[in-house]
């Protein structure tokens, strides 16, 4: 299974902790903020008690009953004064003199502390905070109670969470967002190296990667792989100078073989076993010979030194020529042979030697490849930007998976059946389409034939240098 892209992975993680930093954040708030309010609480009901206190203590030398209507103005007077009660110590009400709370209000039992002790309470539902605050008073320990709703605190609290939760999905869309962007924009240079690098060709390996000094892993990265082609580039300069040299020297001692077959052939004095041997050995010096000047060819071609002459070309000379030279083989097999020319006038700049060679290549093919008592079309036609040239056969044809590989040197379709070829036919037939900045091209279906194309621009000009690509 494939693996999610880096980008994808980085926003994921990306998202991740951002989300693990907002719910501990948020955790940590909700405690802090949930102790705020509790403590809050706590201090106005102490206050309250403490208030309560003080208006018995400034009115102690007041009558009983002054006393008692102090203390209600001031129960009158404060939020939730019905829920302050001020007991002896056996948890008697003193004031307000009827009690204030509702009768079955769950009162604690006096406690015996001498600091103030706070708890909570349930009543019809709802909760409540408590404080037991221990006075005294005249000489007597009185207790203060004072009890406050816990209501608000929690609406207050269900608000806070609430929100918290809501903005969650908002955040998390809004960090994915940013780490989406975030990662494809340092990610951006790496797409940059993997298109210079999907560039590189064999033709190709004297050119560099782009590096940018930032000093980081991409830098070290187009380094390395800089490093890397240097020492490809000069592997492949080795081996082609060896496969020229190894050419190039072949060839003496190859036609020295061929030249001695052939002497041979020509004295009667050999009996007829020694003639078919040397027949066979003349056979084979001359297809190797034939092997050596294609690799040769492509060797010099690689090397960047085959200076083409380019020149005024009439295609129509160059493609009659090679029909000509076509026919015997192609009656050999008894095939029809066809030239078709549609339009004119067919003059592109180039090599009249090469172009002869090119469609050459491509007859040779195709009246190899084609069974005996078949058809083999060439055409030429000409349209407002092209020329081209197309070679069809009602051949054998080239399985689809085979068909992008058939330009690369030495391969072979079938090499059982393509004994007598190179693979470097139609390698060669590609230089020189290069060359030409001609496009080939090739359609196939097996079982039913080939189609291959040249397409010239009307117009190519000047003497090129050339290397393959
Ligand atoms: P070869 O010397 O083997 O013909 P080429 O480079 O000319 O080498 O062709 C490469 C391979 O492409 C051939 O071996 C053959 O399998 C396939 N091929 C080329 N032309 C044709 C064609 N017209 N029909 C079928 N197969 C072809």
Redesign the pocket.
Known sequence: MNRPSISLRLTLWFTAVFLCGFVILSVAMWVGWSYTLSSGRDRTITRRATRAFEVLANNVNLPQATVALRYDEFVDSTPEGNLIEISDALGSVLFPRNGAAPRDFPWPTPATSPADTFENRTYKGREYRIIQHPVEFNGERLIVLVAGQLEDNRQMLARFTKGLIETIPVLLIATALAGYFMSRRVLRPVGRLTGAVRSLTIGNLAERLPTSQTGDELQRLAETCNDMLARLESAVTQIKRFTADASHELRSPLSFISMVSECALRNPAYPLECREVFEEILAESKEAAHLLEDMLTLARADAGNVDIPFEPTDLVHVVQDAVERARIPAEAKRHILKLQCIGGPFEVRGDRASLRRLVW?LLD??I??TPEGGRVDVSLERSPTHVRVAVR?A????PPELLPR?FERF????PAR?QN???????IAKWIANVHQAEISVE?QLGVG?A?TVAFPAQSSGSLKVRML
């Open positions: 290549t093919n195709a190899k490849y056969d051949g054998v044809g080239i058939v391969f072979r379709a079938d393509s070829g190179t693979g470097l036919g139609l390698a196939s080939s291959f």
